[in-house]
């Protein structure tokens, strides 16, 4: 395969118009809808040959993602494309102004292996439905959907319009030596970096999608049961490896004891068996022993068990952990818990500022105090009061990081501008207009626009 082939064909087929069309976009939308439902059962063998995950976990968290885009899209391309018209200022008059959405052009989207394919179809489907052309890397670390997704979009869609390129680090490298007029990335803030510095080269603008190590804060007004529960799924979801899982717990330390607790009957009670319908493996061996080099022992204060040949690690609660701890050094990408204590909640808000930005941040609490010093005293992607993750599944709400976990964001109309250059123009009239801005310059004419600006 050439690349530059796939690339050049693909501005040619850009610059023919027919991407821009609405029934066009919606139309291929509509196509890769069923596509994917034709498909469902080879998406669902695919993932869990990469990595165990369950069907359930496949469907809530990965294909209803896809199936509510595309459905967000349909529904809304009209009014999302739409030249939005906006005020004309007093020096204007008499004109009227406008906002277009315009397609950037040929987008490459770069994909993680954590979440497959919500986090590469997802870009992709937002690119077309912006009206860009698509090249699309997945991530070869999940090598089995990276086939599927080829399989399903390269036998159905032509190489000029939506393409997805197979390999690894060589042939990432080597795309990134095109010019593209869009690179949308998931991974780690390190390979961030690298596609940015490519991305500078042609001035392509980028939307980064990175991590960070996420914290979830539970203060003593907590309702403990709803914290526990909701903390639990989402650090668990995918054996740990979401990029907005809470990383790590700071708990207020006069309720550490019922708090690690209620923590452990949930463990319990979701029963996270290896292989099981509830529980994902590690996705590789590299991973999993990076992992359970963080275990330390005496640190544990439930789960800690593992199984190579499964790769399969115990949800494990780690505490007495400082921020010293080698745990705490890193995103965790995995199912480990390190939970701290603090004495005072906005000295704890002012540790968490010291560090690295984070993709997420959580608060568990009843107190409307600390939920007002939480959203302004420190900095995150996104977040939530009183759950974790779900933030990210509203598509009102923009997703993406800031500082070292990203830049720009997408879902819903976020993501369609994140795909879109937003065209300024200015209609005037041919008719009445005063003078005054065209020499020769004289003082009455200074006063008028004095008076005017
Ligand atoms: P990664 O950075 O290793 O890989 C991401 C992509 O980059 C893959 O497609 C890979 O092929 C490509 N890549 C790898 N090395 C490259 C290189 N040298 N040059 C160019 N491209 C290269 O990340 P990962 O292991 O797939 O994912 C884990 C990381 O991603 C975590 O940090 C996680 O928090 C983050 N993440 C972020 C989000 C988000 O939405 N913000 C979602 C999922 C994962």
Redesign the pocket.
């Known amino acids: 395969m050439n690349f530059e082939d796939i690339i050049v064909a693909q501005r040619t087929f850009f610059n023919s118009q027919k991407t821009k069309n609405l029934k066009f976009r919606k139309r291929n939308l509509e196509k890769f809808r069923d596509l994917i439902i034709k498909y469902e059962e080879l998406l669902y063998e695919a993932i869990y040959k990469d990595f165990g995950k369950s069907k359930f976990d496949t469907f809530t968290t990965e294909i209803a993602f896809i199936l509510k885009d595309i459905d967000f899209y349909l529904k809304n391309l009209n009014s999302l494309a739409k030249p939005k018209k906006v005020k004309t200022n007093l020096a204007n008059q008499f004109g009227s102004s406008k906002i277009y959405s315009e397609p950037l052009g040929c987008t490459l989207v ?6 497959p394919y919500q ?1 590469s179809l997802s870009p992709m489907i937002t690119a077309l439905a912006a009206g860009n052309t698509c090249v699309l ?5 999940a090598e089995n959907t990276m086939k599927a997704m080829a399989k399903i979009i390269n036998e159905n869609f032509p190489e000029e319009y939506l393409f997805v390129a197979q390999g ?2 060589d042939e ?2 080597e795309i ?1 030596k095109f010019k593209f007029d869009k690179i949308f ?8 970096q ?2 940015y510095e ?1 991305a500078a080269k042609n001035l392509t603008p980028v939307t980064l ?4 190590k996420s914290p979830a804060i539970v203060t003593s007004s907590a309702d403990f049961e709803v914290a526990a529960k909701r903390i639990v799924w989402g650090k668990f979801l995918n054996a740990g ?4 899982a809470p990383d790590y717990i700071l708990v207020d330390e006069k309720v550490k004891d019922s708090f690690l607790d209620a923590l452990k009957s949930y463990i319990l009670k979701f029963n996270y068996a290896p292989r099981s319908e509830h529980y994902t493996q590690i ?1 590789n061996q590299r991973n999993f022993d990076r992992l359970v080099s963080l275990i330390e022992q005496e640190k544990i204060y439930t789960g800690g068990n593992y199984d190579a040949e499964k790769r399969y690690i115990e949800p494990t609660v780690l505490y007495n952990i400082s921020w010293e701890d080698p745990v705490m050094q890193e ?1 965790i ?1 995995g199912p480990l818990l390190p939970v701290l204590t603090f004495s005072n909640f906005n000295e704890a808000l002012i540790r968490i500022a010291e560090n690295e930005k984070p ?1 997420a941040a959580y608060l568990f609490t009843k107190n409307s105090e600390e939920k007002e010093n939480f959203c302004s005293k420190i900095s995150f ?1 996104g977040g939530c009061i009183n759950d974790v993750i779900m933030h ?1 599944s509203n598509e009102n709400l923009p ?3 800031v500082g070292n ?2 830049i720009g964001n997408y879902h819903g109309k976020f993501g369609f501008d994140s795909f879109s250059h937003q065209k300024a123009v200015l209609e005037r009239a041919t008719w009445g207009e005063p003078d005054f801005k065209y020499p020769p310059y004289t003082e009455k004419k200074l006063n008028w626009i004095k008076k005017l600006l």
């Open positions: 770069i994909g993680a292996w954590n979440y986090l890397k997945p991530s070869e670390v690894g680090v990432i490298i990134l990335f998931t991974g780690s803030t390190k390979v961030g690298i596609v490519a999608e990175l991590g960070g490896q979401t990029c907005v996705i995103e990408f993709l992607g990210l997703f993406g990081g976990s990203g």
